[in-house]
């Protein structure tokens, strides 16, 4: 008597095993890098907002001096709520008429490694991968 057996073989759930794992090896790397880019737009956000309320304080005052980011203070982290994944600084030199935003990655945020992200007050951007960098006209977010 011949019987019907159903189901599947060892070697084809090995091969689909396999099959799993080829994928999830080549989409977590991607999936890192897509939450470390993501997260950088984020901050470069961020920073653009700073900028905004700087040029609001500076048609205030008629100076960038005593200007502070919007935490009332010259450093915050960002995001404010849960893992901070960058410190962001506001350095604004003697004179008050020039500033500068830079976001640093943490030292244990995703962010490791990824470089420091910085603006000025002419609008001038500058973002290298795993270094620093000094914003000028030629210069921009994109690491160019």
């Known amino acids: 008597m011949v019987t019907n057996h159903q189901g599947y073989t060892i070697i084809e759930l090995l091969i689909a095993i396999a099959v799993l794992g080829i994928l999830a090896a080549i989409a977590y790397p991607s999936y890192k890098n897509y939450i470390v880019k993501t997260n950088r737009v984020d901050v470069q956000n961020e920073m653009l907002q700073e900028a905004r309320n700087l040029a609001n304080y500076k048609m205030a005052r008629g100076t960038f001096t005593g200007a502070t ?12 709520t849960g893992t901070a994944q960058y410190g962001i600084s506001l350095n604004i030199p003697a004179g008050g008429r020039s500033w500068t935003i830079s976001a640093t990655p943490k030292p244990s945020a995703n ?6 992200v910085q603006l000025n007050h002419r609008g001038e951007k500058c973002w290298t991968k795993g ?6 006209a030629t210069t921009n977010w994109d690491g160019r």
Do not use: H, V, W
């Open 131 to 136: 270094g620093s960098c000094t914003p000028s």
């Open 69 to 80: 980011l919007s935490n009332s203070a010259t450093t915050k982290n960002y995001p404010a």
């Open 111 to 116: 962010q490791t490694g990824d470089g420091i």
